[in-house]
T-cell receptor
């Protein structure tokens, strides 16, 4: 089954404690991206990757890191989380061009206290 | 840069129609439409490519005017299941989404 898998689904952590949210896709997609969703602000792009070892900043990259060492995986790293990073996060993947639909992971609800 | 959606919210009775608009300040290669139920992942509805095409399935259709960099989503004879938040996504070199339109369909 074609899918994007995010883990964990829910996470409560404390300020400053490094964390990683994993994202894996099984469709051999070149394009992967991370979004955060906050009420009234829609899906804001954090980082995206056009292929292995190619990443670029989206609209809200501050406080986040990503890596793309393998085509299937695109982890999101918060080196020192702060309460303003409390949000719902989605990973998505698609074929490289805009002619194909994006597949979303189930979402990760992160709370930083 | 995020595309701009309007309206922010709309409330309908079953059977009524709605239009959701999406515009961008950048030239667009394609426009995507997704629907999200509360707390769930967005679900793909359709893609429109350059060429001013119109697409649709069932009672949901969309148009894309690349010259005006605008797209509209049309929901006709709305059903309760249409409730949710609708996002347009615009693809240039990467995918950006609008802030969403919350659609509520009441009996």
């Amino acid at each position: 089954e074609a899918q994007v898998t995010q883990n964990p689904r829910y996470l409560i952590t404390v300020t400053g404690k490094k964390l990683t949210v994993t994202c894996s896709q099984n469709m051999n997609h070149e394009y992967m991206s991370w979004y955060r969703q906050d009420p009234g602000l829609g899906l804001r792009q954090i980082y995206y990757s056009m292929n292995v070892e190619v990443t670029d900043k989206g609209d809200v990259p501050e406080g986040y890191k990503v890596s793309r060492k393998e085509k299937r995986n695109f982890p999101l790293i918060l080196e020192s989380p702060s309460p303003n990073q409390t949000s719902l996060y989605f990973c998505a993947s698609s074929r490289r061009t805009g002619e194909y639909e994006a597949f979303f992971g189930q979402g990760t609800r992160l709370t930083v206290v | 840069q995020q595309p701009v959606q309007s309206p922010q919210a709309v409330i309908l009775r079953e059977g009524e129609d709605a239009v959701i608009n999406c515009s961008s300040s950048k030239a667009l290669y394609s426009v995507h439409w997704y629907r999200q139920k509360h707390g769930e992942a967005p679900v793909f509805l359709m893609i429109l490519l350059k060429g001013g095409e119109q697409k649709g399935h069932d009672k949901i259709s969309a148009s894309f005017n690349e010259k005006k960099q605008q797209s509209s989503l049309y929901l006709t004879a709305s059903q309760l299941s249409y409730s949710g938040t609708y996002f347009c996504g615009t693809f240039n070199n990467d995918m950006r989404f609008g802030a969403g339109t919350r659609l509520t369909v009441k009996p």
